[in-house]
């Protein structure tokens, strides 16, 4: 039978961006082993509407790790402590009966907060927005066998389009940069020959925009690598950088 | 019993061979030139692969765009979590493979419920989605000389399905945003996203507009357009427990229907065999196992009920590999409906394993001492890791414990060839409408239709619709029609709110769910239909006199958001049951207990029920009209499915 386990949780709530925002004590008493952490936050927010309390607000939907859209600080780290797992997929047994656990949103300059554990990610958005993706209107396009591409171009690229676009590398580094996030895309991108035309123009443009959106530069402190749910390399953001050098000196 | 009426549906198919239908109708389809595209607004509701397709496409063609999305982002939409691959007749692997063969398996995995035209159409444009995904840059497995690998998936015989590892629905989906954000860049697109469709305006009656809430702030905002285009994905989640993600909902295919849009087929829905069990009372959502599991994992449970050792501590004689048993040909590997229903029946019968005894054995061993773990690692190692990751079981010392869950809806919204459903001008693409899977979706074929429609068929037939439709300038925003969708919408919020009940929405929820799955979902009857029906009615009052939201309108309230998509769930619930009581036949992944063969098979009733159920709202209170499109089949010979 699955165990029963007592976790005391402190989550950050707060009403909205301006509001003050503080950290409130909540018992959760019979929790499971096998809940995952959001279930943890889903049974504490019944129990806080059964006492008349507002609920948590956070973001999730699929559940499974592949949408990117939960992402909270658990204990001090993005997603939780286990490693290449979203926090959707983080289970109670990996904590003890009786811990104390840290809930905190997202934090970064360029993530706006919009209540208690949601962020405003958009920033993401407008650097795909400026150059992240190939301009390949529908239709015309040859044959899919046409242009052969190896299959070690193909799993590396591949490797780097696993991004969820979560936000946690932004959220674990000193910098609050978003240089990993960028460089997955800038990087799957330019190892497949589709990417080529456009490779130059592209680096340019995502790189400048999240400078615009507020984010800050990399100093290789490798924490983004570290919580990655994908586990994607900081391997790519050196290959953005060297990108971006020879686009500007071209 | 409801009104029935054979009805007049028309699903405008060109005439001519089967063959030629889809070409006859682009040489003669009106257009609209570029000058005039400019100055038409087209809302695309939902950004998944249909709406995300269709968005960047006509955003690209030069329509003036507005794009909206429940989530963050418009990269979030649930086709991201697809895992298994994407069907395409290329026939690259030389190994048979064409149109004929691709239309015939889906049509034959259907059981014979869709409509032929539609289906052949989806196999002729399936190798240009391809075609356009690796232009795009979507990173699809290679072979080692550089040529786009293939795999096999259910239900067919030859190697058409395209993968991009497990991550298929993803790498297609942010391809799909990519092209979209590009147009968002070209300022063709206005993205709005964190928001709600919760009305559709219809003005003399045409789709002329939505009434959206701004999830953040609260406010319900206005939109005029030329058409909509709604890809709002399925209803699974009227079952509470789904593979679905926690934000797909049928509030805005409901409130179409509510509008004038006939719903097809609502009972059928597709419980995929290979998920992970439920483990408790707090269980939030449901993970998929892929069906490729199946290709090496036995299925198995104890033959005696009362056994209750751990697995590795029964011996073979005491084991019933049931499917291999009852199915000797196609044994583990029978289709989802088929594999399902077997599962239930040895859970039912008390042979279940695990804590909740709902759940049999998927078992590796045989595979690992054959093949050894390490070849299993590279097949199924995500997977593997997935399921520990849940669970805390091993599997590759352990049985994984499996159960069906709700996946997929086949039904959806009514629409024509065109993808125009019932009112003019809102057209319905990917899951949410009804048209290519019948009563039984093979794997692999969901992200090719989501695809199909919104890339390389809505932008022929809106052209149709738009360059043979006057459509009224004068109409504004500040016309009757949008206040009084706006009105009711805000009406209907502040209900919500007013009832200051003392259950949560998930309670709600959740028996809703239990009520459906027991009643309305692998097997069904005529009393437990009836009794579904009365039991949904109740609990919809129950709702509205007890239901507990807190917070304000005005604000960001995901528990506001979700009460309004479980009332409408209700409502849609009771549809669901109708729509079975008024099938008397089994076909798919709808089973009536009463109708099987005598080995327990779906028996089929095709000169009854070989038609497209499609129901009218008439009112909140009254009956909805029973109409029915009726399926020529002209080029298939309509057989039983038999996997014994």
New interface residues.
């Given amino acids: 039978?699955?165990e029963r386990m007592t976790i005391h949780l402190s989550v950050w709530r707060q009403?909205?961006p301006d509001a003050p925002g503080r950290l409130v004590d909540y018992t959760v008493e019979d929790a499971?082993?096998?809940?995952?952490f959001?279930?943890l936050l889903?049974?504490l927010n019944?129990q806080l509407?059964?006492r008349?309390?507002?609920?948590v607000?956070f973001?999730?939907?699929?559940?499974?790790?592949?949408?990117?859209?939960c992402g909270v600080m658990v204990g001090g780290i993005a997603h939780g402590p286990?490693r290449r797992?979203a926090v959707c997929?983080l289970?109670v047994?990996t904590f003890s009966d009786g811990d104390r656990i840290v809930v905190e949103p997202f934090r970064a300059r360029a993530f706006p907060l919009?209540?208690d554990l949601?962020v405003?990610?958009?920033a993401?958005?407008r650097i795909?927005?400026?150059?992240?993706?190939?301009?390949?209107?529908?239709?015309g396009?040859?044959?899919?066998?046409a242009?052969?591409?190896?299959?070690r171009a193909?799993?590396e690229?591949?490797d780097y389009?696993?991004c969820?676009?979560c936000g946690a590398c932004v959220a674990a580094c000193p910098n609050a940069s978003a240089s990993l996030f960028t460089a997955a895309k800038v990087v799957?991108?330019s190892l497949?020959p589709?990417?080529h035309v456009e490779a130059d123009r592209r680096v340019m443009a995502m790189v400048d925009q999240m400078r615009q959106e507020g984010f800050g530069d990399c100093s290789n402190h490798a924490e983004c690598e570290a919580v990655c749910p994908k586990g994607i390399s900081i391997a790519g953001i050196a290959r953005m950088r060297r990108a971006y050098v020879r686009a500007a000196l071209r | 019993m409801q009104q029935s009426a054979r009805s007049t549906l028309d699903a405008k198919v060109p005439a001519g061979r089967l063959q030629d239908k889809w070409d006859a109708y682009k040489d003669t389809v009106g257009l609209v030139s570029p000058a005039n595209k400019r100055k038409r607004t087209i809302l695309v509701i939902g950004t998944g692969l249909a709406g995300g397709?269709a968005a960047?496409?006509l955003g690209?063609l030069g329509y003036q765009v507005k794009s909206f999305c429940i989530?963050?982002?418009?990269?979030?939409a649930?086709s991201?979590?697809a895992q298994g691959g994407i069907n395409a007749a290329?026939n690259?692997p030389n190994d048979g493979d064409t149109i004929w063969r691709l239309y015939y398996d889906t049509i034959k995995g259907g059981d014979y419920r869709s409509r032929e035209a539609n289906v052949y159409r989806l196999a002729q444009v399936s190798?240009?989605i391809?075609?356009?995904?690796?232009?795009?840059?979507v990173?699809?497995?290679?072979?080692?000389?550089?040529?786009?690998a293939n795999r096999s998936f259910g239900g067919a015989q030859v190697s058409r399905t395209f993968y991009?590892?497990g991550?298929t629905g993803?790498?297609l989906l942010?391809g799909a945003?990519?092209?979209l954000?590009?147009q968002?860049?070209a300022g063709q697109v206005t993205?709005l996203?964190r928001r709600e469709m919760l009305d559709l305006v219809v003005v003399d009656g045409h789709a002329r507009g939505v009434i959206t809430r701004n999830l953040?702030t609260g406010q319900l905002e206005r939109h005029l357009g030329d058409a909509v285009l709604l890809s709002t994905g399925g209803y699974g989640n009227a079952y509470y427990l789904s593979t679905n993600?926690?934000?797909s909902n049928v509030t805005a295919a409901w409130r179409c229907y509510r509008r004038g849009a006939y719903f097809a087929n609502p009972c059928f829905t597709q419980i995929h065999p290979t998920c992970i069990p439920v483990?408790?009372s707090?269980?939030?959502?449901l993970?998929?196992m892929s069906e490729s599991l199946r290709n090496d994992g036995r299925v198995w449970v104890p033959k005696d009920s009362q056994d209750r050792r751990a697995p590795h501590r029964i011996p073979e004689e005491d084991r019933d590999y049931y499917l291999e048993r009852r199915y000797p040909s196609f044994g583990n590997l029978v289709p989802r409906d088929v594999a399902s229903r077997a599962a239930k029946k040895e859970c039912d019968a008390g042979r279940g394993v695990g804590?909740t005894r709902l759940a049999v054995y998927l078992d590796f061993a045989d595979a690992i001492g054959r093949l050894g773990q390490q070849a299993i690692r590279e097949r199924y190692g995500n997977l593997f890791e997935?399921y520990e990751?849940?669970?805390?079981e091993n599997p590759y010392e352990v049985p994984m414990r499996i159960y069906p869950a709700v996946h997929y809806t086949m039904g959806g919204l009514w629409v024509d060839y065109e993808l125009q459903s019932t009112i003019n001008g809102l057209f319905v693409l990917g899951e949410a409408n009804f048209s290519d899977h019948g009563a039984n979706r093979l794997g692999a074929s969901a992200l090719m239709q989501g695809l199909a429609d919104g890339?390389?068929v809505i932008?022929f037939t809106l052209g149709a619709y738009l360059s043979g439709t006057r459509v009224d300038k004068q109409v504004t925003v500040d016309h009757d029609a949008f206040r009084e969708a706006e009105s009711s919408a805000q009406g209907r919020l502040l209900a919500l709110l007013a009832v200051k009940g003392d259950k949560?929405v998930?309670?709600f929820h959740r028996e809703l769910g239990r009520l459906l799955w027991n009643d309305v979902g692998m097997a069904r009857t005529r009393a437990g239909l009836e009794e579904a029906i009365d039991s949904i009615a109740a609990l919809r009052e129950e709702f509205w006199g007890r239901v507990?939201i807190?917070?304000e309108n005005n604000?960001?309230n995901?528990?506001l958001e979700f009460a309004g998509r479980v009332a409408d769930f209700m409502e849609l619930g009771e549809l669901m049951a109708r729509d079975a009581l008024a099938r008397k036949e089994s076909c798919g992944g709808h089973f009536r207990e009463e109708y099987q063969t005598t080995e327990g098979e779906a028996l089929r009733n095709d000169r009854d029920f070989a038609h497209v159920s499609a129901w009218e709202h008439t009112g909140s209170n009254s009956t909805p009209v029973h109409h029915q499109e009726a399926l020529a089949f002209e080029t298939v010979e309509l057989t039983r499915r038999s996997y014994k």
Avoid: W
């Fill in positions: 039978m699955a009403a909205g499971s082993e096998h809940m995952s959001l279930e889903d049974v019944e509407v059964g008349n309390e507002e609920p607000a973001d999730s939907d699929c559940r499974e790790g592949i949408c990117g859209s286990q797992t997929q289970h047994r919009v209540k949601v405003d990610r958009s993401f958005d795909i927005a400026a150059g992240g993706y190939v301009s390949a209107t529908t239709g396009a040859p044959d899919a066998n242009l052969p591409i190896s299959k193909a799993d690229a591949m389009a696993a969820i676009g799957h991108l497949l589709q990417g | 397709s960047a496409t690209a989530q963050d982002s418009a990269r979030r649930h991201i979590a290329k690259y190798g240009n391809i075609d356009q995904a690796v232009a795009q840059g990173p699809f497995a290679r072979e080692y000389g550089g040529l786009l991009a590892r991550q993803q790498q942010l945003y990519q092209a954000s590009h968002i860049a993205m996203p953040v993600a926690k934000n483990s408790g707090y269980q939030s959502k993970t998929l804590d997935m990751r849940i669970t805390g890339y390389f932008p949560t998930t309670e507990r807190l917070g604000t960001f995901k528990d």
